[in-house]
C-alpha cells in the first residue's frame, strides 16, 4: 500500500514506521488514523517482522497529538479505526515489541501513543507530557491508565493534573523512558536496542510480552503464574522449532538462528 502520511521500511525483521508529516510537527489527522491502522495490521500479520520501531520525521516532533486544524476543516472529529487512536491504543492483542523512538515533543495523543509502544528510547531534547487540562479537555486516549501503571500514582498524578511537560531525562528518572541519548548518538542506540531484542527468539519474545500485559489483570502473582501456561503466544513457544533450536546451539555453544517457527 502506497501511504501519504507514513513511510514504512522493512530492514530485515524490523518494521521502521515513521510518522511522515514534519510540517505539523506529525500530528495526526484522519488520513493518518487510518493508514497507521493499515501500517500495525500488516506489521502484526507478517511473520517475518518480529519488531517495529516507530518515530516521527523532521527532528522536531515525535507527535503533537491529534490535528486540530484539520478537525475544524472537516469540521467533524476524527473517527478512530478499529483498534482506537493511532491504530494502536486499543490494540490489546498485538504480542509483537513496539520501540517509540522520540526526537523533539511527544504530547497529548503523541505521548499516549508512545506510552502503548513498549520501549521508548529518546533524545535529549525531547520533551513529553498530557497537556490536554490546559485546554479544558481530557486525555482519553489510554495515557493516564498506562502511565499510572507505568510510573506509580502520585508521579503520574503529578503530571496528569498540571499538564506539565517534562524533558527526556526527567521521564528516565519517573521510569517512563528506557533510555536518553544525545541526537547525534540516537540512531547508535536505536540499532543496539534492536540488535538485542533480535537476539531473542521471537516467539519467547511475544510470549513473554504476553504473558506480563495479561499477568497485569491477573488478581497476584500466584493466579499470573497459573495462568500464563494458558495465554496462547506461551503455548506457541513451547512448542516451536526455536525452542529447540535454542537447546541445541547452547549445547554446541554456538549462535542459534531462529525461525520464528
Known amino acids: 500500500m502506497h501511504y501519504e502520511t507514513l513511510t514504512v521500511d522493512r530492514k530485515g525483521n524490523v518494521t521502521h514506521l515513521v510518522l511522515n508529516r514534519p510540517e505539523v510537527m506529525n500530528a495526526i489527522n484522519q488520513k493518518m488514523h487510518d493508514e497507521l491502522e493499515h501500517a500495525f495490521d500488516s506489521f502484526a500479520a507478517d511473520d517475518s517482522q518480529y519488531l517495529c520501531v516507530v518515530r516521527g520525521a523532521g527532528g522536531r516532533a515525535f507527535c503533537a497529538g491529534s490535528d486540530l486544524k484539520s478537525i475544524a476543516t472537516r469540521n467533524e472529529p ?32 503523541g505521548f ?23 485546554v479544558g479537555a481530557v486525555a482519553l486516549g489510554g495515557g493516564m491508565h498506562r502511565l499510572a501503571r507505568q510510573i506509580g500514582l502520585k508521579q503520574a498524578m503529578g503530571l496528569i493534573l498540571t499538564g506539565d511537560l517534562v524533558g527526556a531525562p526527567e521521564g528516565h528518572r519517573l521510569g517512563f523512558v528506557n533510555a536518553v541519548v544525545a541526537p547525534e548518538a540516537f540512531e547508535q542506540e536505536i540499532d543496539r536496542w534492536c540488535s538485542r531484542i533480535l537476539r531473542c527468539a521471537p516467539l519467547a519474545t511475544r510470549a513473554s510480552k504476553q504473558s506480563v500485559m495479561r499477568g497485569l489483570s491477573e488478581p497476584d502473582v500466584q493466579a499470573a503464574m497459573v495462568a500464563q501456561q494458558h495465554y496462547p503466544a506461551f503455548a506457541d513457544c513451547y512448542e516451536s522449532e526455536d525452542r529447540l533450536e535454542g537447546a541445541r546451539a547452547f549445547a554446541e555453544k554456538r549462535p542459534p538462528v531462529w525461525t520464528g517457527r
Open 78 to 109: 476524527h473517527v478512530y479505526p478499529r483498534h482506537g487512536y493511532a491504530g494502536l491504543i486499543e490494540r490489546f492483542d498485538l504480542d509483537k515489541p513496539l520501540l517509540a523512538a522520540v526526537d523533539g515533543v511527544a504530547v497529548g495523543g
Open 112 to 134: 499516549e501513543f508512545a506510552l502503548a509502544c513498549d520501549l521508548i528510547i529518546a533524545t535529549d531534547r525531547s520533551r513529553f507530557g498530557l497537556p490536554e487540562p490546559l
